[in-house]
């Protein structure tokens, strides 16, 4: 299949790009300083020799008042050795680079700045919650000049571009909404006075880096938020910014509050996002970028194809699988690894434990040098004992490095949990994913023996050298009277179609398998009860998947007890303590079982009885996330 649009040259302003792919600017950790660090440059390096059109570099602070110690600066001309080290290192690897240029404005705290956070309007941040301080018409003024010397620097550090962030609800968009613009002088009040803002901006950065010099402008097509922007507000600003002299318009969505869009989850469709963009290229002549879970190239060039937009960013996509671009072009779309829109990688890291960027799909993220895969010392013969996320990411990667490696399943069919977990309704991407972690180990020569379960025999008669044991978890059910009943049964035997419920159901445990399978029984028109122990359901998804969670459960009318206590199970209904009172919820017909899991690894005692040399991992070891399980797979995957 040729995408012939997807990989045809294209301009923006004087710039010529190879193909339409865009890789584009997302906070990632990795600036050490404020400073460009190697992970950084291996990082953009990898997407560029992948075949990607044009790297945005992160978000770079114009600013001290926007700083931080993980993000890019760019507001003094000592950042531009390493700025050019990096767009550099980009062409180097033949691609094209433009860094976005960058104000957070209220979207920070002052510890993370050191410095009183400024905004339009004395408004906080309904996430970040500090007050800033209203700018004044002198503070403006030095702001817009900020910003047209930071452009300069990108120039003068071989940036082929720049891009201007007034999406995200960041500097220029506070001044540019009626949500965070409250203001009663020239730049507030109407959206021309709002635009003033940007418009100055723009200015600046003409005068200080000339005519011919490609500038970018990224925007939300709506915010999402009330008094936010909305898609017409953004054609009159596309119109706008377009006189003003913008080569392209990057049309993302969303604020902080509203950052679930913003970094949107498996929870919304692919390309969700194109109306925005298709909006805006209906409104301009300049070229339009769509951007936001766009996760396949064939879409990708579909939407260039229907005329929605003229360049396609693709940035988790290219997280997943730096080679993504070559893969397309040469047409060798099985061997993409996509991304899934987990965000336990991606965001999760990030945003909830602060460190930096990696991915479920894809380990060597970040750490592009150390973890690249390399021939083995001695070639081995390795068994793999469970064909789930774990070990078939081990199994894989020992074969990519030489070595013998024999995967054996107890069951009919390999992905494990990670398949399971495709099952819910609108998760379909992950069982895909595992589905092709399987032929991909298959296609690297892994030899894989579905439905057979180690003995001492088998195990003599393979006689490996070392032994992975990624056997996975099963079920934990808690001590509850009641829980041996005929109509007592465990989530995952719901999920893999062992087992069939009544049509009233109550889900005794309300994390990730729990909303899992809520979520596939009310598709199936059951009622659902949910019971759970904490004061509150899904605190084991991700932040920017649980706001989806809550609305399907909303939307979807499942009733929801927290702070309860399931005491016992009678034929027919359930008793529950909740807040230290009694109760007892009748008319159930089936109780599904999800209260967690623990390790199964019953064949340790058979390779310790044989004294083989063997490693624990995934569930087998610990319980965890897909992401841990993938990634302890990977990693005793280049340690062997």
């Not at 990411?393 to 030489?402: C, D, F």
């Not at 008793?575 to 009748?586: A, D, F, L, S, T």
């Not at 063997?614 to 996330?625: E, L, M, N, P, V």
């Given at each position: 299949m040729a995408l012939q649009n997807l990989f045809s040259e294209g301009r923006i302003g004087t710039l010529t790009l190879k193909n339409r792919v865009v890789f584009p600017p997302m906070g990632t950790n990795f600036p050490e300083d404020e400073k460009v660090s190697k992970s950084l440059i291996d990082y953009h390096v990898a997407r560029a020799k992948g075949g990607c059109g044009l790297n945005i570099v992160e978000i770079a602070a114009v600013h001290p008042t926007s700083r931080g110690t993980?993000?890019?600066?760019?507001?003094?001309?000592?950042?531009?050795?390493?700025?050019?080290?990096?767009?550099?290192?980009?062409?180097?690897?033949?691609?094209?680079?433009?860094?976005?240029?960058?104000?957070?404005?209220?979207?920070?705290?002052?510890?993370?700045?050191?410095?009183?956070?400024?905004?339009?309007?004395?408004?906080?941040?309904?996430?970040?919650?500090?007050?800033?301080r209203e700018l004044t018409l002198k503070e403006i003024k030095e702001l817009v000049e900020a910003y047209g010397d930071a452009a300069l620097r990108a120039k003068k550090a071989g940036f082929d571009a720049i891009e201007l962030h007034g999406a995200h609800g960041y500097l220029i968009a506070q001044?540019?909404?009626?949500?965070?613009?409250?203001?009663?002088?020239?730049?507030?009040?109407?959206?021309?006075?709002?635009?003033?803002?940007?418009?100055?901006?723009?200015?600046?950065?003409?005068?200080?880096?000339?005519?011919?010099y490609p500038v970018l402008y990224r925007l939300s097509s709506e915010e999402r938020v009330k008094n936010g922007l909305t898609f017409e507000d953004t054609k009159k600003i596309a119109k706008l910014i377009e006189k003003a002299g913008v080569d392209a318009i990057h049309v993302s969505v969303g604020?902080?509050?509203?950052?679930?869009?913003?970094?949107?989850?498996?929870?919304?469709?692919?390309?969700?996002?194109?109306?925005?963009?298709?909006a805006v290229k209906s409104a301009v002549h300049i070229p339009v970028i769509a951007v936001d879970r766009i996760n396949d190239p064939v879409l990708a060039d579909q939407i260039l194809r229907d005329g929605n937009a003229d360049f396609i960013a693709m940035g988790r996509g290219q997280i997943a699988d730096p080679e993504l671009c070559n893969k397309a072009q040469r047409g060798d779309f099985d061997s993409i690894v996509k991304c899934i829109g987990c965000n336990q990688g991606c965001v999760d890291r990030l945003l909830m434990q602060g460190l930096s960027v990696s991915c479920l799909r894809n380990p060597s993220t970040g750490r592009e040098s150390e973890y690249a895969i390399?021939?083995?010392?001695?070639?081995?013969?390795?068994?793999?004992?469970?064909?789930?996320?774990?070990?078939?990411?081990?199994?894989?990667?020992?074969?990519?490095?030489?070595?013998?490696?024999?995967?054996?399943?107890?069951n009919d069919s390999l992905g494990g949990q990670?398949?399971?977990?495709?099952?819910?309704?609108?998760?379909?991407?992950?069982?895909?994913?595992?589905?092709?972690?399987?032929?991909?180990a298959e296609k690297t020569g892994v030899a894989i023996r579905l439905g057979t379960e180690l003995t001492e025999e088998l195990l003599g008669e393979i006689n490996p050298d070392e032994?992975?044991?990624?056997?996975?978890?099963?079920?934990?059910?808690?001590?509850?009277?009641?829980?041996?009943?005929?109509?007592?049964?465990?989530?995952?035997?719901?999920?893999?179609?062992?087992?069939?419920?009544?049509?009233?159901?109550?889900?005794?445990?309300?994390?990730?398998?729990?909303?899992?399978?809520?979520?596939?029984?009310?598709?199936?028109?059951?009622?659902?009860?949910?019971v759970e122990m904490l004061d509150e359901v899904a605190k084991e998804l991700g932040m920017l998947r649980r706001p989806f969670a809550f609305q399907y459960i909303k939307e979807h009318a499942i009733e929801v007890y927290t702070s309860a206590t399931c005491t016992e199970i009678k034929d027919n209904s359930l008793?529950?303590?909740?807040?230290?009172?009694?109760?007892?919820?009748?008319?159930?017909?089936?109780?599904?079982?999800?209260?967690?899991?623990?390790?199964?690894?019953?064949?340790?005692?058979?390779?310790?009885?044989?004294?083989?040399?063997?490693?624990?991992?995934?569930?087998?070891?610990?319980?965890?996330?897909?992401?841990?399980?993938?990634?302890?797979?990977?990693s005793i995957g280049r340690a062997i």
């Open positions: 993980r993000t890019l600066g760019i507001y003094d001309d000592k950042f531009i050795p390493g700025l050019k080290t990096l767009a550099d290192a980009i062409h180097e690897a033949g691609g094209k680079a433009a860094v976005q240029i960058w104000h957070a404005g209220r979207q920070t705290n002052s510890a993370v700045t050191g410095l009183p956070i400024v905004s339009a309007s004395p408004i906080p941040c309904p996430l970040c919650q500090e007050m800033p001044f540019m909404s009626p949500y965070s613009n409250h203001r009663g002088d020239n730049y507030g009040g109407s959206l021309e006075n709002r635009a003033r803002f940007a418009l100055e901006i723009i200015a600046d950065v003409r005068k200080k880096v000339g005519n011919d604020v902080y509050e509203t950052l679930h869009y913003t970094v949107p989850p498996i929870d919304l469709p692919v390309g969700f996002n194109v109306p925005g963009a298709a390399k021939p083995a010392d001695k070639r081995k013969k390795v068994l793999v004992i469970g064909g789930g996320a774990a070990g078939l990411e081990a199994a894989t990667t020992l074969s990519r490095r030489g070595h013998e490696v024999i995967l054996c399943e107890k990670f398949f399971l977990a495709g099952v819910a309704p609108g998760k379909k991407e992950m069982s895909d994913a595992a589905l092709q972690m399987g032929r991909t032994v992975v044991v990624a056997t996975g978890s099963v079920p934990f059910i808690p001590e509850i009277p009641g829980n041996d009943k005929p109509h007592v049964v465990t989530a995952i035997d719901v999920l893999k179609g062992k087992k069939t419920t009544g049509n009233s159901v109550a889900v005794i445990g309300g994390g990730l398998v729990g909303i899992e399978v809520a979520e596939y029984l009310r598709e199936k028109g059951k009622k659902v009860t949910i008793v529950i303590e909740q807040n230290g009172k009694r109760k007892e919820i009748g008319g159930i017909d089936t109780v599904v079982m999800a209260t967690g899991v623990k390790p199964y690894n019953a064949v340790v005692d058979i390779l310790k009885k044989a004294g083989c040399t063997y490693h624990t991992i995934g569930d087998a070891s610990a319980s965890g996330k897909a992401l841990d399980a993938i990634w302890a797979g990977a």
